[in-house]
C-alpha cells in the first residue's frame, strides 16, 4: 500500500476461435491500453468460453446455408418485436445506419446486426459483452431461406487468415462451446466456480457486492484496483498487465504485489502463510478478495476496520473511490493529487459497464445491473431470471429446475416440505433471501407471507396497483399464490413456481390491482 503507484492497463485478452476452411478469427476484448476509456472496464468473455447469444433465445431458426442458389449467410432468431438484443461480446459501435447496429471487436472481427424495433446505442459508443443495443424488429425483406417477420438477423465478419478483408462467416462455432449466459441472457450468474463474471474485474465486483458493499462502493474499490494491478493477483509493482510474480518470489522483494498492491508484498504473504494458506492459494484471486474483505472488516490479519466502516458510510461512487484511494491505498501524501480524479473517472467506468448504474446512492430496491444476478446483490429481479426458466412448458421435479435453483434453493430455504421445487412460496422466499433484499423473509406459506410484507414495516403494499405501475422486484401475492415481476423478458415479465404444477419459469404478470386476486408488495428502499 505505502509505495505502490497507479499503473495503467496494457495488454489484453485474445480469444482465439478455430472455424471451417482454415478462417481463424482473433478477437481482442476487454483490456485496452490506457484508463480513459471505457472498454478498460467492460465485462469480457471467460477465456474458456465464446460469445454471448444476440438474443434471450439461445438457438437460431436458420442458420448458415450456402449451398445452391439461395443462400443465408448469418443466423435468424425468430423472436417477438419489441424483445431484447445484445451485443455478443465487448466492443465499439462502429455504425447504426437503417436497420443495422455493427459493432467492432478489436482487429479483425465485427458482429452486425439487423432489423430492429429501437435502438439505444450511438456510434462510437463502448459496449459490454451481453449489454442490450437495442430492441428486434420485423422485416418482409429477407431473401428465403431467412426468415420474414419479426426476427433478429445476425451476421460475423471476420479477417481471413491472409490478412484480407473481412469476409461473412458462419457464427455457429462462435456458440458451440459458449457456456450460458444463463436465464434471461447475459446475467453470467450460472457460471462455474466460486466468483462469478467475465473477467477478473467484473468477478472482484460481483464478489464485493455479495459481501454487503453496495455498487457504488464496490465501483470505487475495483476503480481503484484497476489501476493499482488491473485486477491481477500475482502483479508486482513496476512489471507490465500480463507479467506474472508468483508468491514465493513477491515475498523476498520490498515491493507491492496483489490486486491491491499490498506493501511490502511479504506483509501480506506472511500473514496469509500464517493463517495456513499455501503459496498457490494466496496467487488466487478468490483468496486475495477473502484476505481483503477480512482487512475491511476487521476479522483478518492485517485489519483496516476504520476504513471498511468509512468505505460502508460512502454514498457515491467518487466518495467511495476517494476514500479508498485517500484512506487504503495512500499512494501519495498529496490530498489534491490528480490521481485521485482519474480513479474517481475509473470507477465511474466500472459503475456504468458492470454495475449497470446511474451514481445514485439510492435507487429501486427490486431492480439494478443486468449482471448484478449473484447472491448478495440486492437485485431481486435478475436473481429471480437467474434462478427461473425463461420460458415455459416445465415439469414439477427437482430434475426439471434450473441447475441454479437446484443448487440455490437448499443454501438458502429447505428442501423439507411437499412439492418443494415447484413451491411458488419457497420460490420467491429464496430469490428473497439469496439476492440479500429480505434475508428475513418467510421460507414457505403465502399466507405466513403475505402477513409478513404488510406488518413487517419493510414494505410497500398496493393493493389497487394498475400493471403499468408494477415494477422489477415487486412480489405479486394473493390467496394461495405468489411470484414475482421481472420487468420485460424476453416476451414476458415475471416469474414464477406453481405448487404440484411447474419449477421457477416465465410467465406473464396477471390478475393485478382493483378487484382482481394479487398485491403487489414493493420493498421500500
Known amino acids: 500500500m505505502g509505495d505502490s503507484k497507479a499503473m495503467p492497463i496494457v495488454g489484453g485478452v485474445m480469444l482465439v476461435l478455430f472455424l471451417p476452411l482454415i478462417i481463424v478469427i482473433a478477437l481482442l476484448v476487454g483490456v485496452l491500453t490506457g484508463m480513459d476509456t471505457a472498454a478498460a472496464c467492460t465485462p469480457t468473455a471467460p477465456a474458456e468460453?465464446?460469445?454471448?447469444?444476440?438474443?434471450?433465445?439461445?438457438?437460431?431458426?436458420?442458420?448458415?446455408?450456402?449451398?445452391?442458389?439461395?443462400?443465408?449467410?448469418?443466423?435468424?432468431?425468430?423472436?417477438?418485436?419489441?424483445?431484447?438484443?445484445?451485443?455478443?461480446?465487448?466492443?465499439?459501435?462502429?455504425?447504426?445506419?437503417?436497420?443495422?447496429?455493427?459493432?467492432?471487436?478489436?482487429?479483425?472481427?465485427?458482429?452486425?446486426?439487423?432489423?430492429?424495433?429501437?435502438?439505444?446505442?450511438?456510434?462510437?459508443?463502448?459496449?459490454?459483452?451481453?449489454?442490450?443495443?437495442?430492441?428486434?424488429?420485423?422485416?418482409?425483406?429477407?431473401?428465403?431461406?431467412?426468415?420474414?417477420?419479426?426476427?433478429?438477423?445476425?451476421?460475423?465478419?471476420?479477417?481471413?487468415?491472409?490478412?484480407?478483408?473481412?469476409?461473412?462467416?458462419?457464427?455457429?462455432?462462435?456458440?458451440?462451446?459458449?457456456?450460458?449466459?444463463?436465464?434471461?441472457?447475459?446475467?453470467?450468474?450460472?457460471?462455474?466456480?466460486?466468483?462469478?463474471?467475465?473477467?477478473?474485474?467484473?468477478?472482484?465486483?460481483?464478489?464485493?457486492?455479495?459481501?454487503?458493499?453496495?455498487?457504488?462502493?464496490?465501483?470505487?474499490?475495483?476503480?481503484?484496483?484497476?489501476?493499482?494491478?488491473?485486477?491481477?493477483?500475482?502483479r508486482l509493482n513496476g512489471t507490465t498487465s500480463g507479467t506474472v510474480t508468483p508468491a514465493t518470489t513477491a515475498v523476498g522483494l520490498n515491493k507491492a504485489w496483489g490486486i491491491v498492491q499490498w506493501y511490502p508484498a511479504s506483509k501480506m504473504i506472511n500473514a496469509a502463510r500464517g493463517q495456513g494458506a499455501s503459496f498457490e492459494t494466496i496467487e488466487t484471486l478468490e483468496y486475495q478478495l477473502k484476505f481483503l474483505k477480512e482487512q475491511l472488516d476487521g476479522t483478518g490479519p492485517v485489519a483496516l476496520k476504520a476504513v471498511g466502516d468509512k468505505m460502508k458510510a460512502t454514498k457515491t461512487v467518487d466518495e467511495a473511490a476517494y476514500l479508498f484511494a485517500h484512506d487504503y491505498e495512500i499512494f501519495t501524501t498529496n490530498d489534491n493529487d490528480p490521481e485521485y480524479a482519474r480513479r474517481q473517472a475509473t470507477a465511474r467506468q466500472v459503475f456504468s459497464t458492470i454495475g449497470g448504474g446511474t451514481n445514485t446512492p439510492t435507487g429501486d430496491p427490486g431492480a439494478g445491473p443486468s449482471t448484478a444476478c449473484a447472491a448478495g446483490s440486492g437485485n431481486i429481479a435478475e436473481v429471480a431470471k437467474s434462478l427461473a426458466w425463461p420460458d415455459g412448458g416445465h415439469g414439477k421435479n427437482q430434475s426439471d429446475a434450473t441447475a441454479a435453483f437446484q443448487e440455490a434453493l437448499p443454501k438458502y430455504n429447505s428442501t423439507n416440505g411437499y412439492e418443494v421445487w415447484s413451491d411458488c412460496g419457497r420460490f420467491v422466499a429464496t430469490v428473497m433471501r439469496m439476492s440479500g433484499a429480505d434475508p428475513d423473509y418467510p421460507m414457505v406459506s403465502t399466507g405466513v407471507q403475505d402477513n409478513y410484507v404488510r406488518t413487517s414495516g419493510k414494505y410497500d403494499v398496493f393493493d389497487n396497483i394498475t400493471p403499468g405501475e408494477l415494477q422489477p422486484g415487486d412480489i405479486l401475492i394473493g390467496p394461495g399464490h405468489t411470484y414475482l415481476f421481472v420487468g420485460q423478458w424476453g416476451k414476458y415479465d415475471s416469474a414464477s413456481g406453481s405448487l404440484g404444477g411447474h419449477v421457477p419459469q416465465a410467465t406473464y404478470a396477471y390478475n393485478i390491482g382493483r378487484s382482481k386476486q394479487f398485491a403487489a408488495a414493493r420493498l421500500k428502499k
Open 49 to 234: 468460453s465464446s460469445m454471448a447469444w444476440p438474443t434471450d433465445k439461445k438457438e437460431p431458426d436458420q442458420g448458415w446455408d450456402d449451398e445452391g442458389g439461395e443462400t443465408h449467410k448469418g443466423m435468424d432468431f425468430v423472436v417477438d418485436k419489441g424483445s431484447k438484443v445484445y451485443a455478443v461480446e465487448s466492443g465499439t459501435v462502429k455504425s447504426i445506419d437503417g436497420d443495422w447496429i455493427k459493432i467492432k471487436h478489436g482487429t479483425g472481427l465485427e458482429t452486425w446486426y439487423k432489423f430492429f424495433d429501437t435502438k439505444v446505442v450511438k456510434e462510437g459508443d463502448p459496449v459490454g459483452r451481453a449489454q442490450v443495443i437495442g430492441t428486434s424488429g420485423s422485416s418482409e425483406d429477407e431473401a428465403a431461406p431467412g426468415k420474414k417477420g419479426a426476427h433478429l438477423h445476425f451476421e460475423v465478419w471476420a479477417q481471413a487468415d491472409d490478412g484480407g478483408a473481412l469476409k461473412q462467416t458462419d457464427p455457429a462455432p462462435l456458440f458451440d462451446s459458449a457456456a450460458p449466459a444463463g436465464p434471461g441472457g447475459g446475467c453470467g450468474c450460472n457460471t462455474g466456480g466460486p466468483l462469478v463474471g467475465g473477467n477478473n474485474q467484473e468477478k472482484a465486483f460481483n464478489f464485493l457486492v455479495g459481501a454487503g458493499y453496495t455498487k457504488e462502493q464496490a465501483s470505487g474499490i475495483v476503480g481503484n484496483m484497476i489501476h493499482e494491478s488491473s485486477v491481477e493477483p500475482q
